[in-house]
């Protein structure tokens, strides 16, 4: 049998010995619940540790730089103006914008592993999985809690709710549990079982907790106080639990209309759903029996060809079997075709007569049989232990978080325990990415490894009161947000001095604000933004109809349902589909989340082909030229349109020796000329960085 867990044991091939114990653990300083000190800010916690190291700190950025910088932090979108003067006003304003949501729940789609279609060898579509992704977007916006929205993901679909919007608010975020890419090829249902479940595990400790909970399916954890029992007892949980994704590993072609495993919503749900659901098993049924005869007539038809090529070295009695044979085939093969014609007529007609359904939506569920998992040792599901209690993890104990009830899954006191107020990760974990995309550089450096193999902080304090004010402020993501960027320390500029760079080049100790690379969705929408291209509001039909609108649409590899040059779209680009293994290439070229696994934070890179992609691509050349028109119908005057140009780029003035360098360039210059001086300053390192 195959090994289940790989990468776990590639990672801990040369470890020795058992990993921390329990109590042990519980003594490490992230598995210690936060203590904020008294009396103080994130600028006096931050100016501490820098005199410390003998750093001068920058002064405040000029105001064009930090208008842009919160435009492309809060909102991903640059600045549509720059005159604003009120920076706290101004604040509020982004925090308000629907942009917002767009911006910041696409960095919560990275750590959730988001994406439109499973991967793998059977890629089919998520075709209902937008609707997470939109849930995403709105909590942002509303300012729902994260401590709710975690506890919405986790187990929504037992929770309480006032109304039916709450409602399917809520059956809709447990999707979270339903998106990770699954081996249909599997023919084993129950190691099927057993990895959809590892996968979860390993999506909700890493985006949760960072920690690889995932490392002990197979053996205590090399390394963190997570005993092989603390896995089970997870599973446990998650084994309970069904998820809903629309497809099992065995089974039919998925399609648009295959609705058997989704949560219904909305107030027809109940009225709708049943029958709904009753009449897609029979349409599964009968494209089953559509496939089956296919595959039946292709075994016979196939061998067809190759004794006719036979037929005619043969002489004699073996002449006149053969041939009888073929024409016995041939006969079987014309059944056949009368068959598959008949079933593909009826299922097209059950295809268009479907009954009104509900809205549907991937999610997760209680399963009728609740259990505990028994222990499988060294990750094999047929070498089986004791059965394991289903509970947490036990190095973080919490006196008053109930065990899982004996009628239900559990995931309801799971969720309760990852946001427990003396849980010592859920918020830490959570703050330092605020701060790790608000700075380009965390203050634990390994975001999603708070284990003892994960970085120390290099501001305890600070990072200490950052989790405990966001969990004072009723767990607010805009209220940390708005704290953090009125703050000096991100309101410095990013000007270089030789002196601290000699001693902090990193810039550990915050004595500037980094110049950093913006994400591929960024540059995307920045590009079309000066283009004047750039749709901002969300499109009102999926990415089915509007990339591939057909009815039943599978993915394959070697069949792709939509490939890269096909998603052409001036929405932004959060509502792009994210096709696992077939992104589009200003994805691919500039370091987007790769969606197989949760990421908590990007890599970063400059290649020669991202440059080469910005200079030839044809894209980027057809925006290029939208934005030379902008330019040459909306102002008079190539001192004014070079002034607008950067404004729109850049959010500054040109200085004097650019404007001087681009009057040059664009004198008696046409269409042609302004379109390729737009694409250069879309090629422009200033273009691609916040200041």
Sequence with gaps: MRSLAPLCLLAVGFAHGAGMSIEEGKKLWSLVPPQSPAQVTIDSLVAAKRAEQKLTPNGEADAASLIRRLYLDLTGLPPDRTDQTDIPALVDQLLASRHFGERWG??????????????RDRNIIFYHAWRYRDYVIASFNAGKPYDVFLREQIAGDLMPAKNQAQRDEQLTATAFLAL???????????????????????????????????????????????????????????RSTQPLYGYGPRGIKATAYHHTEWHALGTSAESLAPAALEYFRKLDAETLTMHEA????????????????????????EKDQLAAEIASMEAKVADWNVKVTALEKSVETMQDAAPPQPAWTMGARDREKIENCRIHVRGETTNLGSPVPRGFLQVISLKDAPPPAQKQSGRLELAQWLTHRDNPLTARVYVNRIWQK?????LVTTVDDFGVNGSKPSHPELLDYLAVRFMDSGW?????????????????SSAASSANLASDPDNIYLWRMSPRLVEAEVLRDSILALSGQLDPYPPQKQFLERFHP????????FKPFVIPAAMVDTHRSVYLPVVRGSLPEVFTLFNFAAPERPVAQRDESILPAQSLYLMNNPWVIGQARHAAQRLLTGTKGDRERITRLYALAFARAPAPEEMQRMLLFVTNGNEDTWTTLCQTVMSSAEFRISP
């Design 180 to 238: 990770g890419s699954k081996a249909y090829e599997e023919s084993k249902p129950e190691i099927f079982r057993m990895d959809v479940i590892d996968e979860q595990i390993e999506t909700i400790s890493r985006s949760v907790l960072g920690l690889s909970v995932a490392c002990a399916r197979c053996h205590d954890h090399k390394f963190d106080p997570i005993p092989t029992a603390d896995y089970y007892a997870l599973a446990g949980i998650l």
């Design 550 to 557: 057909q009815k039943n649409a599978e993915l394959s590899s």
């Design 106 to 119: 696409r960095h919560w789609l990275d750590a959730a592993r988001y994406a439109d279609s499973n991967g």
């Design 294 to 317: 296919r595959s039946s007539r292709y075994g016979i038809s196939k061998r067809i060809p190759e004794m006719k090529r036979r037929l005619g070295t043969l002489s004699g009695a």
């Design 476 to 492: 607010s993501v805009k209220a940390l947000i708005k704290e953090i960027v009125l703050s000096k320390t991100y309101r410095m």
């Design 438 to 442: 608000l700075f380009g550089r965390a």
